[in-house]
């Protein structure tokens, strides 16, 4: 079993491994020289992208430098001598800020109100100030393939908007180039990795304990697709990969008022009333071939 375990857990570091590599070429989110600010939050998602990060600095054919970087917000309890302690045991530079955004997240927002987006734009805030003062290049932020996904449902159910969170932007100040390494990570995979690494987690009391966010209904939402239908994120993922806006309805960005037919046949062009077919996945071919022989067995009784 010990054997079994440590295969499965050499597994999934090269994966993950893999996984970032993958997003930092196809984006080209680090290049020689780079001084990158690592948003360092406590949480599984950061640490193992701190962990992946360094490990790739260590084998990477171009040097880079990385600054891990942790916001106390001051919130009551927090174990503010955690991270210190394991930044320097694994000799990483960093900086720890103390700023009291707790204070005025609590003030400003009424008791059992959402307070996360207060609370990011504060956090981006003093992160965007630090990035500017360390002189860094980028800044690396523990976002992975599931809240990419939840972005992208919680834009369309709630704000109308077809818009998801990308690998790689400008800042909204127009000063500095954000990345998100673990852009093609599963949320499980880092869970997982964060077992396996013993990484000494600090949870979020503030927001993250709240009940009833529109991010954790479609969180669960996801969930139970990826139990229903095993498949389903990795095609919705590929989705936002392979966009044809002549296929949607945003007048702005594709000149619908000009189309003209020049009667020449056209790739990708409207079918009319043809109904779209689309082939199972494997993982759902297998389900169904599964279902068919429980039920085949059940009826045989």
């Known amino acids: 079993m010990q054997k079994k375990q440590q295969y499965n857990t050499n597994k999934l570091h090269k994966r993950l491994r893999r ?6 070429a196809d984006f080209n989110m680090i290049e020689a020289g780079d001084r990158i600010m690592v948003c360092l939050s406590g949480g599984k998602d950061s640490y193992a992208m701190l962990d992946i990060l360094r490990n790739l600095q260590a084998h990477a054919p171009l040097e880079f430098e990385l600054i891990a970087v942790n916001l106390d917000q001051k919130q009551p309890g927090f174990p503010e001598q955690v991270l210190p302690g394991y930044l320097t ?8 800020i103390e700023q009291d955004t707790y204070s005025v997240v609590k003030r400003v ?14 956090r981006r805030g003093v992160l965007y100030r630090v990035a500017s003062e360390l002189g860094a290049t980028k800044i690396a ?3 992975h393939r599931d809240d990419i996904l939840e972005t992208l449902f919680l834009n369309m159910f709630y704000g109308g908007k077809l818009k998801a969170m990308p690998p790689k932007l400008v800042s909204d100040d127009g000063k500095h180039i954000v990345i998100r390494p673990l852009a093609y990570c599963k949320e499980k995979d880092l869970a997982a990795y964060a077992i396996a690494e013993n990484f000494p987690i600090i949870p979020c009391n503030l927001c993250g304990s709240q009940k009833n966010l529109q991010r954790q209904a479609i969180k669960e939402m996801m969930q139970q697709w990826d139990k229903k239908f095993p498949g389903r994120l990795e095609t919705m993922f590929r989705s936002i990969q392979n966009i044809q806006l002549s296929h949607l309805a945003d007048a702005s960005r594709y000149d619908f008022f000009n189309l003209k037919a020049l009667g020449e046949p056209v790739i990708d062009g409207d079918t009319a009333f043809d109904e779209e077919v689309f082939e199972p996945t494997i993982e759902e071919m297998l389900i169904s071939d599964s279902e068919e022989t429980n039920d085949s067995r059940l009826a045989s009784r």
């Open 19 to 24: 996984q970032v590599g993958t997003a930092i």
């Open 89 to 96: 045991d694994i000799g990483m530079p960093y900086r720890i």
């Open 109 to 122: 927002i009424a008791e059992g109100k959402t307070t996360c987006s207060l609370c990011s734009r504060l």
């Open 141 to 143: 932020l523990g976002h």
